[in-house]
């Protein structure tokens, strides 16, 4: 599964599940269950980040506790809202 985000930031994710039902009373066909339900997800953060490559100083340490590139979440920092977002299915 991929997304595509209008632009750098923070965003919100969820999944939502909807699960079908069969059944099968000893060993006879299988019969579907009318209906189905939905099962939703709590939010995720999810930092979005576009990144290009550029040469660096291999002397300089890298703190690998540590990921330079993803700010704390503020308003400033929160991804734009896309009025066209949408569920898509899978």
């Known amino acids: 599964m991929s997304a595509k985000y209008s632009g750098e930031g923070w965003y919100d994710?969820?999944?939502?599940t909807t699960f079908a039902g069969q059944f099968s009373v000893d060993g006879g066909e299988w019969q579907d269950i009318d209906g189905t339900i939905e099962v939703a997800s709590e939010p995720i953060a999810l930092y979005s980040k576009s990144l290009e490559s550029r040469l660096v100083n291999g002397d300089v340490p890298v703190d690998e506790d540590e990921d330079p590139?993803?700010?704390?979440?503020?308003?400033?920092?929160?991804?734009?809202?896309?009025?066209?977002?949408?569920?898509?299915e899978i």
Do not use: C, I, M
Request: charge should be neutral; charged fraction near 35%.
């Open 13 to 16: 994710v969820t999944l939502t």
């Open 69 to 88: 590139w993803v700010p704390g979440r503020t308003p400033e920092t929160d991804g734009p809202k896309d009025p066209e977002a949408r569920h898509r």
